[in-house]
Structure formats: structure tokens, C-alpha cells
């Protein structure tokens, strides 16, 4: 049974920082790679950062870059979020997504197959 179970949300101030967790399981053997995205109320589901399976390849939202970084560790089948700097801008669900098909890291959510239910992330001014 897949499933991915995000966690690390909470809230915080403008300029702090928070580390969101992604437990995946059951898609060892497809190796996906995984990406964040995040959604407030009445927008859009935005992409945030993805990485590739190996981990050497990544992929940055502009609006992030620089602020958040991801990481993985496969043998514990983790992927983390370390968020710097935040703003009250990124205020937002956050969810973890798995992407098992094409050979490039993807941006949009139909790229995704498995999702996780999320987890809020609210920084205050």
C-alpha cells in the first residue's frame, strides 16, 4: 500500500525556520521521485521543490530558492524540507508527492501520482 505521511508543520515567525518530513512507503521498488508543493485557501496547488530519486538532480520554485533546501535519505525512506527564512508569504498547506513516471523532475500536480494529506505551515509577521 503506498502512502506518504507529511509532518513538521507548525507555526512560526517571519524569519524562522521549520523542517518538514515526508514518510513514503510502498514504492521502494519504483524509485520516485518525490516533490512539495504547497496551497492556500482558494489558490492554486503551487510546486515548491522536487528531487530525484539519486538525489543529484533537484528543482527550485524561484520563490524559494535559497531559502529551502531538500534532501532524502533513502534507507530510512525519508525526504525532508528544511525551510530558512520564512516568510508570512509561504504560509500554506504543504504536501509531499511521489512522481514515478518520466525521466525529468516535474512541476505541475498531474505529474504526480501519490499524494500525501498535508501539513500546515504558518508564519506570522
Known amino acids: 500500500q503506498v502512502k506518504l505521511v507529511e509532518s513538521g508543520g507548525g507555526l512560526v515567525q517571519a524569519g524562522g525556520s521549520l523542517r518538514l518530513s515526508c514518510a513514503v512507503s510502498g514504492l521502494t521498488f519504483s524509485r520516485p521521485a518525490i516533490g512539495w508543493f504547497r496551497q492556500d485557501p482558494g489558490k492554486e496547488r503551487e510546486f515548491v521543490v522536487a528531487v530525484s530519486w539519486s538525489a543529484l538532480a533537484t528543482s527550485y520554485a524561484d520563490s524559494v530558492k535559497g531559502r529551502f533546501t531538500i534532501s532524502r535519505d533513502n534507507g530510512k525512506n525519508m525526504v525532508y524540507l528544511q525551510m530558512n527564512s520564512l516568510k508570512p508569504e509561504d504560509t500554506a498547506l504543504y504536501y509531499c508527492?511521489?512522481?514515478?513516471?518520466?525521466?525529468?523532475?516535474?512541476?505541475?500536480?498531474?505529474?504526480?501520482?501519490?499524494w500525501g494529506q498535508g501539513t500546515q505551515v504558518t508564519v506570522s509577521s
Open positions: 508527492a511521489a512522481q514515478l513516471r518520466g525521466s525529468s523532475l516535474a512541476r505541475r500536480v498531474d505529474d504526480y501520482e501519490y
